[in-house]
């Protein structure tokens, strides 16, 4: 009887888990689901590409959450994923813009438009920045994450984060100066 007894108890704790797996999904889409679309965004990607990144992220996250190694930082560690994700794709159409080429230009595959949707000033010199930095600036300032967290995401030392924010900060400034004078 007792051996029923631990074996109910075992599934049942296991439930609680996936439950508790899929609360923290659930709330990590409430409370970052923009910011992510926002960064698949600004990293190049179209409306319908940025959904289904992100929703492959969070899948991944889900998934995260019930291996062996457990997530520490579930919020950076998604922005990581979708960032590779990001990067993924892009290294895909660069690969079949070659093929093509290389086959005789059968067909092009052309880069979407860098900003649709939000197109403030600030924003729009943003997307003028180089990818890093332009990732660095979004998950500082819109997904309001820490530079040791965008160093996480980045795959790069917190220092190294600072740095591209400032960088970019410098650049934006500039940028925003010219565009007055205009």
């Known amino acids: 009887m007792t051996m029923n007894v631990e074996a109910f108890d075992a599934s049942g704790a296991a439930a ?3 439950d508790e797996d ?12 923009a910011e992510l679309y926002g960064l698949a965004r600004r990293l190049g990607l179209d409306a319908d590409e940025a959904d289904d990144a992100v929703q492959e992220a969070l899948m991944r996250a889900w ?3 019930d291996a062996d190694d457990p997530v520490r ?15 993924d794709r892009h290294r895909w159409r660069r690969r079949v813009r070659l093929l093509t080429d290389r086959l005789g230009g059968g067909g092009s595959v052309t880069e979407p438009a860098a900003a649709i949707g939000d197109r403030l000033a600030l924003w729009a010199a943003v ?8 990732a660095t600036i979004y998950l500082r300032y819109r ?11 980045l795959d ?6 600072r740095s591209h ?5 410098d650049r934006l400034a500039v940028l925003l100066r010219e565009e007055d004078f205009r």
Request: with cysteine.
């Open 16 to 18: 609680r888990a996936r």
């Open 22 to 33: 899929r609360a923290a999904i659930v709330d990590l889409q409430a409370r970052r689901g």
């Open 63 to 65: 998934l995260a959450l």
């Open 73 to 87: 930082q579930l919020d950076a560690w998604t922005f990581r994923t979708l960032y590779r994700l990001c990067m």
């Open 127 to 134: 997307d003028r920045l180089p990818r890093r930095q332009r």
């Open 143 to 153: 997904a309001d994450l820490t530079f040791e967290e965008i160093g996480h995401v």
């Open 156 to 161: 790069i030392q917190p220092v190294s984060a």
């Open 165 to 169: 924010a400032s960088r970019a900060l």
